[in-house]
């Protein structure tokens, strides 16, 4: 985007505070052009405002985890890396998926877990959650995922363990509701002519965008929108090939009109 005109600026949003720092460096030729804001685009209208921006031509909401973060054992994110069981996008605040596993009651973890990671044994996980940390509390990331394998004894296609951090992540960092907010907010923020893209990850985040997008198409007295993708855009075999990470995104568009 700032490659393509001189006269583009760009405001970055990211609660990680180590991305920031990434993307501040990596876009350090474009001066003042680029911006990068450590906070959760749920509070997108007031970073725009601080920024000096009324009106966004185009804003994109990139959702998910980042590879870096991925690869990161001491962030908790990976079933597939020994690490302490944090999962926090910021660091600097929040509560620890340890927290959230030892502190909840057992149907608690259970409603977690089925509606935020669709985790069909979702029952049976929790009630292995609860049984452990009465011997000792749960702290790694090693440790929830053998309780998410040995629910599922037989060989499967995916890691046995995907759906739950999914589902814990989501809680710790409150991402549907953020979701949820920071798109209503984009679209009062987006000028006549300006787009809103989203790429998502998972059915829960596609479908609060599919929602949304239908609901403010439909229009008020000041503004009007259109929805620029029936169906979600998905990546070919060629773009899978060269980035497996991007094989679940599914991305969609709106444009005010009015």
């Known amino acids: ?15 990680d505070p180590f991305a920031v720092e990434r993307a501040r460096d990596s876009l350090k030729e474009y001066g003042s052009r680029f911006v990068a804001v450590n906070e959760n685009f749920v509070n997108i209208d007031v970073v725009l405002r601080t920024s000096g921006v009324e009106w966004a031509n185009g804003i994109l909401f990139d959702l998910g985890l980042s590879t870096e973060q991925l690869e990161d054992g001491s962030r908790g994110f990976s079933f ?99 979701l949820d907010t920071g798109l209503r907010k984009a679209a009062g923020l987006v000028g006549t002519g300006g787009r809103i893209c989203v790429i998502s990850y998972h059915s829960l985040e596609d479908r609060i965008v599919k929602n949304l997008f239908k609901e403010i198409e439909k229009g008020t007295q000041e ?34 009109i009015r």
């Open 80 to 178: 597939q890396r020994e690490g302490p069981l944090d999962m926090r996008m910021d660091t600097r605040q929040g509560t620890t998926a340890s927290q959230v596993l030892n502190d909840l009651s057992e149907k608690e973890i259970a409603d977690v877990l089925r509606d935020f990671g669709e985790e069909r044994k979702a029952r049976q996980i929790s009630r292995m959650i609860v049984r452990q940390r009465r011997e000792r509390s749960l702290q790694t990331t090693g440790e929830l995922s053998r309780i998410a394998r040995r629910a599922y004894p037989y060989r499967r296609r995916t890691h046995p363990a995907t759906k739950t951090f999914q589902a814990i992540r989501i809680t710790v960092n409150r991402e549907l509701h953020c």
């Open 223 to 256: 503004r009007a929108y259109r929805v620029l993708t029936k169906k979600p855009v998905t990546p070919g075999h060629d773009e899978i090939s060269r980035n497996r990470g991007s094989r679940s995104a599914r991305l969609r568009a709106v444009e005010r």
């Open 1 to 15: 985007m700032l490659e393509t005109s001189g006269k583009v600026r760009v405001v970055g949003i990211d609660c």
